[in-house]
Nanobody, 127 residues
Framework: QVQLVESGGGLVQAGGSLRLSCAVS????????MGWFRQAPGKEREFVAA????????RYADSVKGRFTISRDDDKNTLFLQMNSLKPEDTAVYYC????????????????????WGQGTQVTVSS
């Protein structure tokens, strides 16, 4: 069983920054593909960013490219999302997710590819 716990959300003004963290249990964190997703009220959960196992390739949604950076610390079993130049439309609950399948090739960006999820952390950007 893999457990994920997000932290770092909060209220910030437009143009500000936040850094989300996701602490992950499990002895083989470095072998997981990891992703960040978000869900705004009344909308479906959407892909934000993902990073391959062992700090491999990264992928980003077009809406966050150039503003958000995903990273991981395999020694500390922690995933990060640095969010800069935040906009009101970034307001959502942010979830981290783990793809633990050894058969996954590329870094996935769909929700169904991720087997484990955190409880989410609220990010609110005021205008």
């Amino acid at each position: 069983q893999v457990q994920l716990v997000e932290s770092g959300g909060g209220l910030v003004q437009a143009g500000g920054s936040l850094r989300l963290s996701c602490a992950v249990s499990g002895r083989t964190f470095s072998t997981y593909h990891m992703g960040w997703f978000r869900q705004a009220p009344g909308k479906e959960r959407e892909f934000v960013a993902a990073i391959g196992r062992s700090a491999g390739s990264t992928r980003y949604a077009d809406s966050v490219k150039g503003r958000f950076t995903i990273s991981r610390d395999d020694d500390k079993n922690t995933l990060f999302l640095q969010m800069n130049s935040l906009k009101p439309e970034d307001t959502a609950v942010y979830y981290c997710a783990a793809d633990v399948s050894v058969y996954s090739a590329g870094v996935p960006i769909t929700t169904r590819a991720y087997e484990y999820w955190g409880q989410g952390t609220q990010v609110t950007v005021s205008s």
